[in-house]
Protein backbone atom coordinates (compact mmCIF):
# COMPACT_ATOMS: atom_id res chain seq x y z
CA UNK A 1 0.00 0.00 0.00
CA UNK A 2 1.48 3.59 -0.83
CA UNK A 3 2.22 6.20 1.71
CA UNK A 4 0.73 9.71 1.66
CA UNK A 5 2.55 12.30 0.18
CA UNK A 6 2.73 15.97 1.58
CA UNK A 7 4.24 18.85 0.19
CA UNK A 8 6.21 21.65 1.78
CA UNK A 9 6.02 25.01 0.61
CA UNK A 10 9.27 24.85 -0.54
CA UNK A 11 9.06 21.78 -2.08
CA UNK A 12 5.92 22.98 -4.27
CA UNK A 13 7.90 26.61 -5.48
CA UNK A 14 10.58 24.37 -6.56
CA UNK A 15 8.87 21.81 -8.40
CA UNK A 16 6.53 24.96 -10.23
CA UNK A 17 9.69 26.97 -10.65
CA UNK A 18 11.20 23.51 -12.40
CA UNK A 19 8.53 22.82 -14.32
CA UNK A 20 8.16 26.58 -15.94
CA UNK A 21 12.01 26.58 -16.47
CA UNK A 22 11.75 23.26 -18.65
CA UNK A 23 8.89 24.54 -20.28
CA UNK A 24 10.91 27.69 -21.79
CA UNK A 25 13.86 25.31 -23.05
CA UNK A 26 12.24 22.91 -25.16
CA UNK A 27 8.32 21.50 -25.78
CA UNK A 28 7.27 19.14 -24.02
CA UNK A 29 9.94 18.98 -21.34
CA UNK A 30 8.19 20.29 -18.87
CA UNK A 31 5.62 17.35 -19.54
CA UNK A 32 8.71 14.87 -19.30
CA UNK A 33 10.38 16.85 -16.07
CA UNK A 34 6.63 16.32 -14.45
CA UNK A 35 6.42 12.49 -15.35
CA UNK A 36 9.91 12.06 -14.09
CA UNK A 37 8.71 13.70 -10.67
CA UNK A 38 5.20 11.80 -10.68
CA UNK A 39 7.30 8.19 -10.84
CA UNK A 40 10.11 8.81 -8.58
CA UNK A 41 7.48 10.28 -5.92
CA UNK A 42 4.98 6.93 -6.36
CA UNK A 43 8.68 5.11 -6.08
CA UNK A 44 8.97 6.53 -2.73
CA UNK A 45 5.61 6.44 -1.85
CA UNK A 46 5.91 2.60 -2.12
CA UNK A 47 8.40 2.19 -0.01
CA UNK A 48 9.82 4.92 1.53
CA UNK A 49 12.31 3.85 3.77
CA UNK A 50 14.20 1.74 1.15
CA UNK A 51 16.18 5.03 0.03
CA UNK A 52 19.37 6.57 2.03
CA UNK A 53 19.19 7.75 5.52
CA UNK A 54 21.25 11.40 5.43
CA UNK A 55 21.63 13.97 7.92
CA UNK A 56 18.84 15.19 9.89
CA UNK A 57 16.44 11.74 9.24
CA UNK A 58 15.92 12.87 5.85
CA UNK A 59 16.01 10.63 2.97
CA UNK A 60 17.32 11.49 -0.43
CA UNK A 61 15.54 9.74 -3.72
CA UNK A 62 17.85 10.25 -6.91
CA UNK A 63 15.48 11.65 -10.38
CA UNK A 64 17.08 10.00 -13.07
CA UNK A 65 17.62 11.70 -16.23
CA UNK A 66 17.14 15.08 -14.52
CA UNK A 67 19.53 17.08 -12.28
CA UNK A 68 17.50 16.62 -9.09
CA UNK A 69 17.19 14.61 -6.18
CA UNK A 70 13.91 14.37 -3.60
CA UNK A 71 14.49 15.08 0.07
CA UNK A 72 11.85 13.74 2.54
CA UNK A 73 11.07 12.90 5.88
CA UNK A 74 9.20 9.85 6.48
CA UNK A 75 7.12 9.19 9.73
CA UNK A 76 5.86 5.71 9.61
CA UNK A 77 2.69 6.85 8.01
CA UNK A 78 3.01 9.73 5.58
CA UNK A 79 5.86 10.77 3.61
CA UNK A 80 6.59 15.02 3.86
CA UNK A 81 8.51 15.86 0.58
CA UNK A 82 11.05 18.82 2.24
CA UNK A 83 12.58 19.50 -1.69
CA UNK A 84 12.80 18.48 -5.02
CA UNK A 85 16.55 19.91 -5.28
CA UNK A 86 18.37 20.69 -8.24
CA UNK A 87 21.79 19.13 -7.63
CA UNK A 88 23.50 22.66 -8.82
CA UNK A 89 22.42 24.53 -5.95
CA UNK A 90 24.59 24.72 -2.62
CA UNK A 91 24.17 21.53 -0.96
CA UNK A 92 23.54 22.53 2.55
CA UNK A 93 20.37 24.29 0.99
CA UNK A 94 18.39 20.67 0.61
CA UNK A 95 18.65 19.86 4.44
CA UNK A 96 16.93 22.88 5.38
CA UNK A 97 13.24 22.39 6.25
CA UNK A 98 10.25 24.26 5.12
CA UNK A 99 6.89 24.68 6.53
CA UNK A 100 4.17 21.95 5.72
CA UNK A 101 1.31 23.35 3.73
Do not use: C
Request: no cysteine.
Amino acid sequence: MANKIIFSSFAQKEFRESVGWYKEQSLGLDKQFSEFIYNSLNLIAKDPEIYKLTKFGLREFIVHKFPFVIIDEYDGEMVNVVHIFHTSRNPKLKYKKSKVL
